[in-house]
Each structure stands twice: as C-alpha cells, then as structure tokens.
C-alpha cells in the first residue's frame, strides 16, 4: 500500500462544476503539499500546509491532520484547469512521497 | 526573481554515454532536491542536497548516479552508463530551509535513452 493514496485517479467534469479531489496518508508528516503538473510536465506548487484550510482564487485545499486525509477543491471549474494534480507529503527529513495523481478534464 | 532553472530541458543520450542534469536553484535558495518521474509514473524523490553536502540520498540508485551541489554553480545530477530504463523526467526543486519551507520546482528536463 502506497504511502500517500489520491482519488479518484481520473476525474472528467463539465465546465463550472465545483470538483473534490481527496488525498490519504498513512504516515506521520510535516506537511502536505498540493501540486500541479500540466501536459507539457512542468510542476507547480499550489498550497503547502500542515493544518486548517488555505484559499487561493477558485482553489481552496483542506487538511484534517488526525484522519490524515487532505482535500483540494476546485470551485467553478474550467478548461484551464485539466491538469494532473498530486498531493505530496513531507514526511521525516525534507523529502516528499508523492501520490500517484489525480488527472482531471474539464469540458467546455 | 528568477524561479528554478534547468537545463537541458530536453536531453537525448545513447545507451552508454553519460548524462549531465543541472539545476540552479531560486536565489537565496541553498537546499536542493532531485526527483524522477519515470513514464506512466508518479515522482519519486532521489537525492537532498545542501551547499556542497548531500544531506540525504536514500533515492538515489547505487550505481551509475551521483549528484553534487558544489559552493559556487548549480547543482549537478549526473548518470554514468545510462540505460534506456534512465528514460524519465528529472526534476529539480529548491527551498530556503529544510523542514518548514516550500519547495519550488523546476520545469524538468526530460532525457531519452535511445
């Protein structure tokens, strides 16, 4: 069983739809990050956090540290926003464990 | 503000011949990580480096790779021998400190064994 486990591992949406995409962990960490990675493969990271909720424009990210279980919303969807999205965890030391990704389609 | 620089971005080897992955981290950046996304596959971390000290390389395959982040010059991740099972996307990422710091990633550099 992976370390970090993501659902769905592929989620198709109409435009405008609000979407959830969850992330487990199963280990002790010092914080989760949320990161995107579009189809030319560069990776960007969205939130870092290690408690409560943080927002970012139509991007809101959650964490419930004793369930060890993260979400990352997206509200208002757009095409724009198709894209592999991995939750990763730092764990002991500064290395991340990665999820395996989440691969989204938004339709017009 | 220059974010975290790679180079090359695309990189095409023979089976035998060497690879040379180079990263320059955000300014005011001095630790360093490397991590492999092979194809069809999810990130894997390699190797944590701080200036001229690699603090942690428990990813990082025995043989035929090593990695430098030497006081002056970017960060060097380097394959001897390479293979076609080498074939990835090598990325790098950067912090300002270790534990509670972001890291900052690198738009990649994609090698090709042939």
């Known amino acids: 069983k992976n370390e970090v486990e993501q659902s769905p591992q592929n989620l198709t949406a109409q435009e405008g739809e609000f979407i959830t995409i969850n992330c487990s962990y199963s280990?002790?960490?010092?914080?989760l990050h949320w990161l995107q990675q579009h189809p030319g493969g560069g990776i960007v990271s969205l939130f870092m956090l290690s408690s409560g909720k943080k927002k970012h424009g139509r991007l809101i990210a959650t964490i419930n540290i004793q369930e060890k279980h993260s979400s990352l919303h997206i509200t208002a969807s757009h095409p724009r926003d198709s894209a592999v999205y991995i939750c990763a965890v730092k764990t002991s030391g500064s290395r991340l464990t990665f999820g395996e990704g989440t691969q989204l389609t938004v339709n017009p | 503000n220059a974010g975290v620089m790679q180079n090359p971005r695309h990189l095409v080897r023979r089976r035998g011949q060497e690879a040379r992955l180079r990263c320059s981290p955000m300014?005011?950046?001095?630790?360093v990580y490397w991590y492999r996304q092979l194809p069809e596959e999810g990130l894997k971390f390699m190797v944590y480096?701080?200036?001229?000290?690699?603090?942690?390389e428990s990813g990082m395959p025995k043989e035929r790779f090593s990695a430098e982040f030497p006081k002056e010059g970017p960060s060097i991740l380097r394959i001897q021998q390479v293979v076609r099972g080498d074939s990835a996307a090598y990325f790098c990422?950067?912090?300002?400190?270790?534990?509670?710091?972001?890291?900052?990633f690198g738009p990649g550099t994609r090698l090709t064994v042939t």
């Open positions: 480096l701080q200036k001229e000290n690699i603090i942690d």
């Open positions: 990422a950067s912090s300002q400190g270790a534990n509670s710091n972001e890291q900052y």
């Open positions: 280990v002790g960490i010092s914080a």
């Open positions: 300014k005011g950046h001095s630790h």
